[in-house]
Nanobody
Framework: QVQVLESGGGTVQAGESLRLSCTTS????????MGWYRQAPGKTREGVAC????????YYLDSVKGRFTISRDNAKNTLDLHMDSLKPDDTAMYYC?????????????????WGQGTQVTVSS
């Protein structure tokens, strides 16, 4: 049984930083491209960042470029999202995702596996 588990959400002030982490079980981590999606209340879920099997290729949503950094450690089966200069518009439930597609899968499709999400709230 595949499990995807996020951690690290919380409430911060605008301009502060936060790091989200994701671990998986039940799948061969380095066989999957990984990514983060988010969904704000009343809005469609959107792909925020995704990364190739070996971490050499990344995709970022335009609104987070230069502020968010996605990384993975295949030896530890972990995926991170470092979020700097957070804005109130970044407030959302953030979901870790795993897929068998291309490294930029999160830009245009839904993944094979989702986590339950972790809430990020940015106050002004």
């Amino acid at each position: 049984q595949v499990q995807v588990l996020e951690s690290g959400g919380g409430t911060v002030q605008a301009g502060e930083s936060l790091r989200l982490s994701c671990t998986t079980s039940g799948l061969a981590f380095d066989d999957y491209v990984m990514g983060w999606y988010r969904q704000a209340p009343g809005k469609t879920r959107e792909g925020v960042a995704c990364i190739s099997w070996y971490g050499d290729k990344t995709y970022y949503l335009d609104s987070v470029k230069g502020r968010f950094t996605i990384s993975r450690d295949n030896a530890k089966n972990t995926l991170d999202l470092h979020m700097d200069s957070l804005k109130p518009d970044d407030t959302a439930m953030y979901y870790c995702a795993a897929d068998k597609g291309e490294y930029d899968f999160c830009s245009a499709s839904w993944p094979l596996y989702w986590g339950q999400g972790t809430q990020v709230t940015v106050s002004s």
